[in-house]
């Protein structure tokens, strides 16, 4: 089965099994789709997804790696943290068959090559692949990913929006992302975000979001993480919030909130434990935050998912 050009754009999650995992799907405009994928768990998961040879694709691995396998196993083409990988093949459909290593990050953007040919008609001797002499020819390409297109890919990951203007923001995303993936400038980089003058600074700022997440029910101050990560506390607020597009602690809040759905919904542990494994004292102050994030108490949800 191959990627229906005729879908509205929309939003779609698939259901999960033990075993492979469905990439979060959203779906832009005719022939233009961004997946997304965090493994969070302590195995590798693998992703499937039809595509054919109609489509571009580009990889971006945030976080972690992960590894493409081709022919049935016979190749493997591996992805690493802070990498890209453009696939192109006009003569066969190249189907995605990952293996995502454990806590690790994916974003993958397709473009029908229709679609793409409209966004850089004006281009084509720019862009090597779309010049007439290559247009049947296969295109692999890996890459580095910039610090200005790591803000985009971590935005995309960790968007805190309104459900209305989500479709917007995603599409208005994955264009910058295509642009900054094109851009001969490397200069240009330091330009559209001053505080992240080298990837020194990206780094601190992951590790200051690598360490609330490790401590979230004991998470330090702002002071100290900002200390900890040798920023000062101007840095680390201006630089989380345009690396991750939220506070430190909201951040913290909505990941909290989103590991203690999933804990519930495993059905190990009651909503006490969840809470106190989240970093919530009392159940109150647990179920009150539960319910400001998604509007119902643990209780009634787990009975809705049940």
């Avoid at 974003?107 to 084509?124: D, R």
């Avoid at 360490?211 to 029910?217: H, L, T, V, Y």
Wanted: aromatic share 12%.
């Amino acid at each position: 089965m191959s990627i229906n050009n005729n879908l509205e754009p929309q939003e779609s999650l698939s259901s999960k099994s033990i075993a492979e995992s469905t990439f979060k799907e959203t779906v832009l405009d005719d022939g233009f789709f961004v997946l997304t994928y965090q493994n969070e768990s302590s195995c590798i998961e693998t992703v499937e997804r039809e595509i054919d040879n109609t489509f571009i694709q580009f990889h971006f691995c945030v976080k972690g790696s992960s590894a493409f396998q081709f022919n049935n196993g016979t190749y493997t083409l591996n992805i690493k943290e802070e990498s890209s990988l453009l696939l192109y093949n006009p003569q066969r459909n190249l189907p995605i068959h990952l293996d995502i290593s454990p806590n690790s990050w994916l974003v993958t953007i397709l473009i029908s090559i229709k679609k793409f040919h409209g966004l850089f008609s004006q281009e084509a001797d720019y862009i090597t692949f779309l010049s007439p002499d290559n247009k049947d020819k296969k295109y692999y390409k890996d890459g580095v990913i910039s610090p200005s297109m790591a803000i985009a890919l971590n935005q995309i990951l960790n968007y805190n929006l309104n459900t209305s203007i989500r479709h917007l923001y995603f599409k208005g995303k994955a264009l910058e992302l295509l642009s900054l993936y094109f851009n001969r400038n490397e200069e240009a980089n330091v330009e559209q975000c001053p505080f992240l003058v080298d990837e020194t600074n990206v780094i601190k700022i992951r590790k200051a979001k690598d360490i609330i997440i490790s401590r979230m029910a004991e998470p330090p101050s702002l002071q100290e993480l900002a200390d900890e990560i040798g920023l000062s506390l101007k840095k680390l607020k201006e630089g989380f919030k345009q690396i991750y597009g939220d506070s430190v602690f909201s951040f913290l809040f909505d990941y909290k909130m989103e590991v203690s759905r999933k804990l519930l919904e495993a059905g190990e542990h009651n909503v006490n434990e969840v809470g106190h494994k989240v970093g919530y004292s009392t159940s109150s102050h647990f179920i009150a935050a539960f319910k400001k994030k998604y509007g119902t108490t643990p209780k009634k949800y787990l009975m809705s998912v049940s």
